[in-house]
Protein backbone atom coordinates (compact mmCIF):
# COMPACT_ATOMS: atom_id res chain seq x y z
CA UNK A 1 0.00 0.00 0.00
CA UNK A 2 1.30 3.74 -1.23
CA UNK A 3 1.89 5.89 1.50
CA UNK A 4 0.87 8.79 -0.64
CA UNK A 5 -2.22 7.22 -1.38
CA UNK A 6 -3.35 6.15 1.94
CA UNK A 7 -2.56 10.22 3.29
CA UNK A 8 -2.96 12.68 0.53
CA UNK A 9 -6.38 11.68 -1.95
CA UNK A 10 -8.36 10.26 0.97
CA UNK A 11 -7.37 13.31 3.39
CA UNK A 12 -8.24 15.85 0.56
CA UNK A 13 -11.38 14.52 -0.27
CA UNK A 14 -12.49 14.92 3.71
CA UNK A 15 -11.31 18.26 3.63
CA UNK A 16 -13.82 18.60 0.56
CA UNK A 17 -16.51 16.65 2.28
CA UNK A 18 -15.57 18.65 5.59
CA UNK A 19 -16.37 21.54 2.89
CA UNK A 20 -19.82 20.53 1.74
CA UNK A 21 -21.02 19.98 5.65
CA UNK A 22 -20.83 23.56 5.91
CA UNK A 23 -22.39 24.42 2.95
CA UNK A 24 -25.16 22.15 4.49
CA UNK A 25 -25.03 23.99 7.81
CA UNK A 26 -25.35 27.31 6.15
CA UNK A 27 -28.51 25.97 4.01
CA UNK A 28 -30.05 24.46 7.70
CA UNK A 29 -29.74 27.96 9.06
CA UNK A 30 -31.20 29.71 6.49
CA UNK A 31 -34.18 27.26 6.28
CA UNK A 32 -34.79 28.12 9.78
CA UNK A 33 -33.79 31.51 9.98
CA UNK A 34 -30.78 31.99 12.02
CA UNK A 35 -27.75 33.01 11.70
CA UNK A 36 -24.99 30.51 9.86
CA UNK A 37 -22.49 32.11 12.26
CA UNK A 38 -23.87 30.21 15.25
CA UNK A 39 -21.96 27.62 14.13
CA UNK A 40 -19.06 29.15 14.60
CA UNK A 41 -19.05 28.60 18.00
CA UNK A 42 -21.05 25.87 18.58
CA UNK A 43 -19.24 23.15 20.82
CA UNK A 44 -19.87 19.52 22.48
CA UNK A 45 -18.46 20.12 25.78
CA UNK A 46 -17.59 23.82 27.51
CA UNK A 47 -13.49 22.53 27.61
CA UNK A 48 -14.04 21.13 24.01
CA UNK A 49 -12.69 22.97 21.15
CA UNK A 50 -15.78 24.80 18.51
CA UNK A 51 -16.71 23.76 15.42
CA UNK A 52 -14.08 26.74 14.19
CA UNK A 53 -11.37 25.10 16.06
CA UNK A 54 -12.15 22.05 14.97
CA UNK A 55 -12.16 23.04 11.36
CA UNK A 56 -9.13 24.78 11.97
CA UNK A 57 -7.53 22.05 13.68
CA UNK A 58 -8.56 19.71 10.59
CA UNK A 59 -7.13 21.37 8.07
CA UNK A 60 -3.78 21.57 10.34
CA UNK A 61 -3.77 18.06 10.73
CA UNK A 62 -3.48 17.59 6.87
CA UNK A 63 -0.74 20.54 6.21
CA UNK A 64 1.09 18.88 8.60
CA UNK A 65 0.62 14.95 7.51
CA UNK A 66 1.68 16.12 4.04
CA UNK A 67 4.92 18.20 4.99
CA UNK A 68 6.00 15.94 7.22
CA UNK A 69 5.93 12.54 5.32
CA UNK A 70 7.53 14.50 2.35
CA UNK A 71 10.36 15.76 4.67
CA UNK A 72 9.00 19.67 4.83
CA UNK A 73 8.30 22.09 7.04
CA UNK A 74 4.37 22.45 7.49
CA UNK A 75 3.37 26.32 6.60
CA UNK A 76 1.90 28.09 9.04
CA UNK A 77 -2.00 29.15 9.55
CA UNK A 78 -2.39 31.88 11.98
CA UNK A 79 -5.81 30.99 13.60
CA UNK A 80 -7.98 34.16 12.21
CA UNK A 81 -10.51 32.93 10.92
CA UNK A 82 -13.95 34.93 12.09
CA UNK A 83 -16.54 33.24 8.82
CA UNK A 84 -17.31 30.20 7.66
CA UNK A 85 -16.49 31.69 4.55
CA UNK A 86 -12.85 32.24 6.22
CA UNK A 87 -13.11 28.44 7.39
CA UNK A 88 -14.09 27.52 3.93
CA UNK A 89 -10.79 29.64 2.63
CA UNK A 90 -8.64 27.55 5.35
CA UNK A 91 -9.12 24.36 3.80
CA UNK A 92 -8.70 25.60 0.58
CA UNK A 93 -5.49 27.11 1.37
CA UNK A 94 -4.73 23.53 2.70
CA UNK A 95 -6.34 21.89 -0.37
CA UNK A 96 -3.72 24.21 -2.62
CA UNK A 97 -0.87 23.18 -0.57
CA UNK A 98 -1.29 19.53 -0.52
CA UNK A 99 -1.04 19.66 -4.59
CA UNK A 100 2.36 21.33 -4.21
CA UNK A 101 3.08 17.62 -2.40
CA UNK A 102 3.85 15.34 -5.40
CA UNK A 103 4.15 11.25 -4.98
CA UNK A 104 7.72 11.47 -5.86
CA UNK A 105 7.83 13.66 -2.26
CA UNK A 106 6.72 11.16 -0.28
CA UNK A 107 9.40 8.46 -1.49
CA UNK A 108 10.40 6.96 1.91
CA UNK A 109 8.13 8.38 4.07
CA UNK A 110 7.09 5.37 5.75
CA UNK A 111 10.81 4.67 7.31
CA UNK A 112 11.28 8.88 7.61
CA UNK A 113 12.19 9.84 10.95
CA UNK A 114 10.21 12.79 11.90
CA UNK A 115 10.19 15.14 15.08
CA UNK A 116 7.39 17.06 16.02
CA UNK A 117 7.74 20.38 17.96
CA UNK A 118 5.53 19.53 20.43
CA UNK A 119 7.50 16.14 21.59
CA UNK A 120 10.73 17.35 22.19
CA UNK A 121 13.74 14.91 22.10
CA UNK A 122 11.41 12.38 20.76
CA UNK A 123 11.32 10.91 16.89
CA UNK A 124 8.69 8.81 15.63
CA UNK A 125 8.76 6.88 11.73
CA UNK A 126 6.79 7.90 9.58
CA UNK A 127 4.66 5.08 9.06
CA UNK A 128 3.75 5.05 13.17
CA UNK A 129 3.34 9.03 13.16
CA UNK A 130 0.85 8.44 9.95
CA UNK A 131 -1.61 5.74 11.73
CA UNK A 132 -0.84 6.42 15.17
CA UNK A 133 -0.97 10.25 14.97
CA UNK A 134 -2.06 12.17 12.13
CA UNK A 135 -4.58 9.64 10.47
CA UNK A 136 -6.40 9.25 13.89
CA UNK A 137 -5.56 13.16 14.39
CA UNK A 138 -7.32 14.30 11.77
CA UNK A 139 -10.38 11.81 11.74
CA UNK A 140 -10.82 12.98 15.18
CA UNK A 141 -11.63 16.50 14.24
CA UNK A 142 -13.07 16.28 11.23
CA UNK A 143 -15.37 13.56 12.69
CA UNK A 144 -15.87 16.11 15.99
CA UNK A 145 -16.69 18.97 13.32
CA UNK A 146 -19.34 16.47 11.50
CA UNK A 147 -20.79 15.78 15.54
CA UNK A 148 -21.32 19.60 16.06
CA UNK A 149 -22.70 20.08 13.03
CA UNK A 150 -25.24 16.96 13.90
CA UNK A 151 -26.13 18.00 17.19
CA UNK A 152 -27.23 21.37 16.24
CA UNK A 153 -29.57 20.08 13.22
CA UNK A 154 -27.80 20.03 10.25
CA UNK A 155 -29.10 17.43 7.98
CA UNK A 156 -25.68 15.17 7.59
CA UNK A 157 -25.56 11.62 7.52
CA UNK A 158 -22.98 8.67 6.68
CA UNK A 159 -23.02 9.42 3.25
CA UNK A 160 -22.07 13.09 3.37
CA UNK A 161 -19.45 11.86 6.22
CA UNK A 162 -17.38 9.05 3.73
CA UNK A 163 -18.03 10.53 0.70
CA UNK A 164 -17.31 9.26 -3.26
CA UNK A 165 -15.61 5.47 -3.31
CA UNK A 166 -13.61 4.05 -5.79
CA UNK A 167 -15.86 0.77 -6.21
CA UNK A 168 -16.69 -0.80 -9.76
CA UNK A 169 -19.02 -3.18 -11.32
CA UNK A 170 -18.47 -6.55 -10.19
CA UNK A 171 -18.15 -8.60 -13.11
CA UNK A 172 -19.50 -11.58 -11.24
CA UNK A 173 -23.01 -10.25 -10.09
CA UNK A 174 -25.78 -11.76 -11.86
CA UNK A 175 -27.26 -8.80 -14.02
CA UNK B 1 3.63 0.61 4.21
CA UNK B 2 2.34 -2.99 5.19
CA UNK B 3 -1.32 -2.95 5.10
CA UNK B 4 -1.36 -4.77 8.11
CA UNK B 5 0.30 -3.12 10.56
CA UNK B 6 -1.47 0.15 9.06
CA UNK B 7 -4.84 -1.91 9.96
CA UNK B 8 -4.64 -4.21 12.74
CA UNK B 9 -2.35 -2.65 15.48
CA UNK B 10 -4.03 0.53 15.29
CA UNK B 11 -7.52 -1.08 15.32
CA UNK B 12 -6.87 -2.94 18.15
CA UNK B 13 -5.07 0.02 20.66
CA UNK B 14 -8.01 2.25 19.47
CA UNK B 15 -10.68 -0.38 20.72
CA UNK B 16 -8.89 -0.85 23.64
CA UNK B 17 -8.73 3.09 24.45
CA UNK B 18 -12.47 2.97 23.48
CA UNK B 19 -13.53 0.43 26.63
CA UNK B 20 -10.86 2.86 28.98
CA UNK B 21 -13.25 5.36 27.92
CA UNK B 22 -15.94 3.39 29.17
CA UNK B 23 -13.79 2.61 32.42
CA UNK B 24 -13.78 6.47 32.95
CA UNK B 25 -17.58 6.67 32.28
CA UNK B 26 -18.14 4.69 35.24
CA UNK B 27 -15.99 6.43 37.21
CA UNK B 28 -17.57 9.61 36.03
CA UNK B 29 -21.14 8.24 37.05
CA UNK B 30 -20.06 6.30 40.64
CA UNK B 31 -17.99 10.30 41.11
CA UNK B 32 -21.45 12.37 40.47
CA UNK B 33 -23.79 9.52 41.85
CA UNK B 34 -25.87 8.71 38.65
CA UNK B 35 -26.29 5.28 37.31
CA UNK B 36 -23.85 4.93 34.46
CA UNK B 37 -26.46 2.61 32.47
CA UNK B 38 -27.65 6.43 31.67
CA UNK B 39 -24.56 6.46 29.04
CA UNK B 40 -25.83 3.26 27.16
CA UNK B 41 -28.37 5.37 25.39
CA UNK B 42 -27.01 8.85 25.14
CA UNK B 43 -26.39 10.33 21.89
CA UNK B 44 -25.82 13.63 20.32
CA UNK B 45 -28.56 13.90 17.75
CA UNK B 46 -32.15 11.87 18.14
CA UNK B 47 -31.72 10.33 14.57
CA UNK B 48 -28.01 9.72 15.68
CA UNK B 49 -26.77 6.00 17.22
CA UNK B 50 -26.77 6.25 20.45
CA UNK B 51 -23.49 5.31 22.71
CA UNK B 52 -24.30 1.64 22.36
CA UNK B 53 -24.59 1.48 18.83
CA UNK B 54 -21.97 3.77 18.24
CA UNK B 55 -19.25 0.71 20.02
CA UNK B 56 -21.07 -1.92 18.54
CA UNK B 57 -20.54 0.01 14.83
CA UNK B 58 -16.92 0.73 16.36
CA UNK B 59 -16.46 -2.98 17.38
CA UNK B 60 -18.24 -4.29 13.54
CA UNK B 61 -15.62 -2.57 11.76
CA UNK B 62 -12.99 -3.65 12.98
CA UNK B 63 -13.83 -7.22 12.67
CA UNK B 64 -15.35 -6.66 9.09
CA UNK B 65 -11.75 -4.86 8.58
CA UNK B 66 -10.05 -7.82 9.28
CA UNK B 67 -11.75 -10.39 8.01
CA UNK B 68 -12.78 -9.27 4.36
CA UNK B 69 -9.04 -7.89 4.25
CA UNK B 70 -7.76 -11.65 5.09
CA UNK B 71 -10.51 -12.75 2.69
CA UNK B 72 -12.55 -14.39 5.38
CA UNK B 73 -16.28 -13.39 6.16
CA UNK B 74 -16.61 -11.41 9.22
CA UNK B 75 -18.06 -13.67 11.98
CA UNK B 76 -22.02 -12.28 13.27
CA UNK B 77 -22.21 -10.56 16.45
CA UNK B 78 -25.85 -9.60 16.91
CA UNK B 79 -26.67 -6.48 18.59
CA UNK B 80 -27.94 -7.96 21.97
CA UNK B 81 -25.78 -5.55 24.73
CA UNK B 82 -27.69 -4.47 27.45
CA UNK B 83 -24.68 -3.16 29.53
CA UNK B 84 -21.91 -1.28 29.34
CA UNK B 85 -19.76 -4.66 31.01
CA UNK B 86 -21.68 -6.43 27.80
CA UNK B 87 -20.36 -3.92 25.49
CA UNK B 88 -16.53 -4.12 27.42
CA UNK B 89 -17.04 -8.06 26.42
CA UNK B 90 -18.38 -7.04 22.75
CA UNK B 91 -15.45 -5.19 22.32
CA UNK B 92 -12.90 -8.11 23.97
CA UNK B 93 -14.81 -10.68 21.68
CA UNK B 94 -12.75 -8.61 18.78
CA UNK B 95 -9.65 -8.11 20.24
CA UNK B 96 -10.26 -12.20 20.36
CA UNK B 97 -10.80 -11.97 16.99
CA UNK B 98 -8.83 -10.12 15.53
CA UNK B 99 -6.00 -12.08 16.99
CA UNK B 100 -7.00 -15.26 14.85
CA UNK B 101 -6.26 -12.92 12.03
CA UNK B 102 -2.41 -13.21 10.96
CA UNK B 103 0.12 -11.18 9.17
CA UNK B 104 0.35 -13.70 6.01
CA UNK B 105 -3.81 -13.65 6.12
CA UNK B 106 -2.90 -9.80 4.82
CA UNK B 107 -0.89 -11.54 2.24
CA UNK B 108 -2.19 -9.40 -1.34
CA UNK B 109 -4.79 -7.46 0.93
CA UNK B 110 -4.54 -4.37 -0.95
CA UNK B 111 -5.03 -6.20 -4.35
CA UNK B 112 -7.90 -7.99 -2.71
CA UNK B 113 -11.27 -7.47 -4.55
CA UNK B 114 -13.78 -7.36 -1.94
CA UNK B 115 -17.93 -7.62 -2.00
CA UNK B 116 -19.94 -5.91 0.81
CA UNK B 117 -23.22 -7.17 1.22
CA UNK B 118 -24.75 -3.43 1.52
CA UNK B 119 -23.26 -2.44 -2.01
CA UNK B 120 -24.82 -5.25 -4.24
CA UNK B 121 -23.35 -5.59 -7.68
CA UNK B 122 -20.06 -3.56 -6.89
CA UNK B 123 -16.48 -4.21 -5.60
CA UNK B 124 -13.36 -2.53 -4.06
CA UNK B 125 -9.65 -2.99 -4.03
CA UNK B 126 -8.47 -3.98 -0.47
CA UNK B 127 -6.68 -0.61 -0.46
CA UNK B 128 -9.66 1.79 -1.40
CA UNK B 129 -11.84 -0.78 1.35
CA UNK B 130 -9.16 0.39 3.87
CA UNK B 131 -8.53 3.68 3.11
CA UNK B 132 -12.21 4.97 2.19
CA UNK B 133 -14.41 2.75 4.32
CA UNK B 134 -13.25 0.48 6.90
CA UNK B 135 -10.82 3.20 8.18
CA UNK B 136 -12.94 6.33 8.01
CA UNK B 137 -16.28 4.55 9.21
CA UNK B 138 -14.25 3.21 12.63
CA UNK B 139 -12.89 6.66 12.94
CA UNK B 140 -16.44 7.88 13.06
CA UNK B 141 -17.63 5.53 15.44
CA UNK B 142 -15.24 5.86 17.69
CA UNK B 143 -14.76 9.43 17.60
CA UNK B 144 -18.48 9.44 18.09
CA UNK B 145 -18.37 7.42 21.30
CA UNK B 146 -16.07 9.67 22.80
CA UNK B 147 -17.36 12.54 21.60
CA UNK B 148 -21.06 11.60 23.44
CA UNK B 149 -18.75 10.93 26.41
CA UNK B 150 -17.40 14.23 26.02
CA UNK B 151 -20.66 15.26 26.04
CA UNK B 152 -22.09 14.31 28.54
CA UNK B 153 -19.28 15.33 31.18
CA UNK B 154 -16.71 12.34 31.08
CA UNK B 155 -13.49 13.34 31.50
CA UNK B 156 -11.86 12.34 28.22
CA UNK B 157 -8.94 14.39 26.40
CA UNK B 158 -7.05 13.81 23.32
CA UNK B 159 -4.10 11.57 25.17
CA UNK B 160 -7.40 9.38 25.85
CA UNK B 161 -8.02 9.50 22.49
CA UNK B 162 -4.46 8.87 20.59
CA UNK B 163 -2.90 6.18 23.54
CA UNK B 164 0.78 5.32 23.34
CA UNK B 165 2.32 5.98 20.66
CA UNK B 166 5.57 3.82 18.80
CA UNK B 167 8.27 7.13 19.98
CA UNK B 168 11.80 7.09 20.82
CA UNK B 169 14.40 8.93 22.25
CA UNK B 170 15.97 11.52 19.63
CA UNK B 171 19.72 10.65 19.45
CA UNK B 172 20.34 14.21 17.57
CA UNK B 173 18.37 16.36 20.55
CA UNK B 174 20.65 17.90 23.13
CA UNK B 175 20.59 16.55 26.29
Redesign the interface.
Known sequence: ???Y??CI??MR??LKNLAAWIDKAVAHAEAKGFDPAVYLTAR??PD?YDFTRQVQAAADSVKSAAAHLAGREPPKHPDTEKTLDELRARINTVLEYVDTVKEADFEGA?DR?I?LSF???????G??Y????A???F??HV??A??IL??Y?VDVG?RD??GS??????PE?AS
Open positions: MSMNAPQKMLAQAWKLPGLRVRRDFNEMLPNYFTTYARHGKFIMNLEPDA
